[in-house]
């Protein structure tokens, strides 16, 4: 299981180096990996997850609301993930009878992100 970010997939202003490593991770890493996997382990699976906006331990009190409010603008759920969620969707896609014949997928954890702005304030 890989761990990308929304970074990845939709970029991120002022992080490109950031940006450039979690597309690497996202793409380039996790399809040769897919392929490559199944020759030592040959129903071996590779998938990632991509999280967006996560409350986390490290920025718990550091984002007031009218950051919360900006944040998830881009996000028809309008809401910021807990752990929670991006662990769930680990653990699906970990999982051989949930994702068996699932390899080589990027599940976005972002409350339906879609890089641009969906609700006006």
Request: no cysteine.
């Given at each position: 299981m890989l761990v990308g970010s929304t970074a990845g997939v939709f970029g991120e202003a002022g992080h490109a180096d950031y940006a450039a490593a979690k597309s690497a991770i996202l793409v380039g890493l996790l399809l040769s990996l897919k392929n490559e996997i199944v020759r030592v382990a040959p129903h071996g699976r590779v998938n990632a997850v991509a999280p967006g906006w996560t409350e986390s331990p490290m920025t718990r009190g550091h984002v007031d609301?009218?950051?919360?409010?900006r944040i998830t603008r881009t996000m028809p759920l309008r809401k910021v993930a807990q752990p929670e969620d991006v662990a769930r969707q680990v653990?699906?896609?970990a999982s051989d009878e949930l994702s068996g014949h699932v390899s080589g997928q990027v599940v976005v954890v972002a409350g339906g992100m879609e890089g641009r702005m969906v609700h006006e304030s």
């Open positions: 609301p009218e950051d919360i409010q653990v699906v896609l």
